[in-house]
């Protein structure tokens, strides 16, 4: 069970934070290339860490991410004119180019040299995978851009969606690590069924399996952990176990077991201390191995389309307020949930335990046991890192990051599982189980 002080250092993230400054030694999505479409198009809000950015494309297709208030007097550059490679205040036309140089002062005297003496708070930036990444660590000490595990060349088909959640980040990301909890929140989504592997459908996840209550065995790796829910598969039980590996890359991402179809992931930015920014993403490699989704087909089976289930600044149309579109009926008639969308019933899981957890109160058995081991990891990945300590992964290798994958199979008992993540080698697997608190 966590302290108080433990839970803060998991979960707080915004100013000086040790959370939230071990983060920012990563590159971390800011917001989706689809919200600053086009060169010239319209700003928008971006918060992270507790930081309130702008974000936008200039005219030569350059993304910016800085400060949201002007240097001058701090009015919202949201409201600014994006124009001629820069982005302009309403108040008193100062502009800022997407590096936070102030190219021009319309409010002060010509050749004043005013504007050399200000330099507004911008951001380094890169795209990929669908994604504007942002590095918001020490401007002195930049890593070089590595592509994400999930594109990891351009020719991976990537489908992502965005929800704003009311709930603390890590809470949210722990959803995304605890697997026993698929087999009742999402029955009607993840039903079992005859079949060799998890099928997808285009309705359903379909998995070769009837056992709610897996067992899980966890490893610690230089990267975070991987662990392993193994269940009883429909056919062949005696010899054989149907195996689900989730990884945990720190410090937000998740890589869930795939499909037949692609793979998945899951990322939970930290907009704030109580708020955060679900990304769930199917991808394949662009190998030919799997088929892939497109972005539409992945947001209305996830039951995320803007303009039907989300407005146009990713947040949710039916909320907490309305119950989660949560139709009664259908529950009676079958549906475990009554919601539509298994991101919809993790998001209702997550807001209903309140915007930051109570973690002393809980009652954790032995299904929470990869839960028990995030907690731990990262609670004492910062207290390393408020040493001086690297943090928790910073120190992988491109190569060593894309050789990590998660997995999903009917294997026969004798099979090794800790042997088919990717995990060991130079990621530095090690041993030894962790036990439930």
């Excluded at 400060?67 to 600014?80: I, K, N, Q, T, V």
């Amino acid at each position: 069970m966590l302290t108080d002080h433990e839970n803060d250092l998991l979960c707080r993230v915004e100013g000086e934070a040790p959370m939230g400054q071990l983060m920012r030694q990563f590159w971390l999505p800011a917001c989706l290339s689809e919200e600053v479409p086009e060169p010239d198009c319209d700003p928008v809000r971006v918060r992270i860490l507790g930081e309130d950015l702008v974000a936008f494309r200039d005219t030569d297709g350059r993304v910016g991410v800085m400060d949201e208030f002007c240097p001058h007097r701090r009015a919202s550059l949201f409201y600014g004119r994006n124009e001629e490679c820069g982005l302009r205040c309403l108040y008193h036309g100062w502009k800022m180019d997407v590096d936070g140089n102030v190219v021009e002062m319309s409010s002060e005297p010509p050749g004043s040299g005013f504007a050399e003496k200000v330099k507004h708070k911008a951001y380094p930036v890169r795209e990929a995978g669908g994604f504007v990444w942002v590095w918001m660590g020490d401007a002195e000490k930049i890593p070089e851009f590595e592509a994400p595990v999930f594109a990891p060349t351009d020719k991976a088909r990537v489908s992502v969606l965005k929800v704003h959640v009311d709930a603390n980040w890590a809470q949210c990301l722990e959803g995304a690590i605890d697997s026993a909890h698929s087999s009742s929140l999402h029955s009607t989504d993840m039903p079992p069924a005859k079949v060799a592997g998890s099928t997808a459908t285009g309705t359903s996840w379909q998995r070769p399996s009837t056992d709610k209550s897996p067992r899980l065995q966890a490893e610690e790796t230089d990267f975070g952990f991987h662990y392993v829910a193994i269940r009883k598969p429909i056919a062949n039980s005696q010899t054989h176990d149907y195996l689900r590996i989730t990884l945990f890359v720190a410090p937000m991402y998740v890589l869930i077991p795939p499909n037949n179809v692609y793979n998945v992931a899951q990322m939970n930015m930290p907009v704030d201390d109580e708020h955060s920014v679900l990304y769930l993403i199917a991808w394949t490699p662009g190998d030919g191995v799997q088929e892939g989704t497109d972005q539409e087909s992945w947001r209305k089976f996830t039951g995320q389309q803007l303009g039907i289930d989300l407005d146009a600044t990713y947040h949710k149309l039916n909320g907490r307020a309305q119950n989660y579109g949560q139709d009664r009926k259908a529950q009676k008639l079958g549906d475990f949930t009554g919601i539509r969308g298994f991101p919809n019933q993790d998001i209702a899981m997550w807001e209903t335990m309140g915007k930051l957890a109570k973690r002393g109160e809980e009652r954790l058995g032995a299904s929470d046991l990869a839960i028990v081991q995030f907690r731990r990891t990262m609670v004492e990945a910062v207290q390393r890192f408020m040493k001086g300590e690297p943090a928790i992964g910073s120190t992988l290798t491109q190569d060593e990051r894309m050789r990590l994958r998660s997995f999903e199979g009917v294997m026969p008992k004798s099979t090794d599982w800790r042997e088919l993540s990717g995990a060991h080698g130079e990621t530095g697997g090690k041993s030894g189980d962790v036990a439930a608190e």
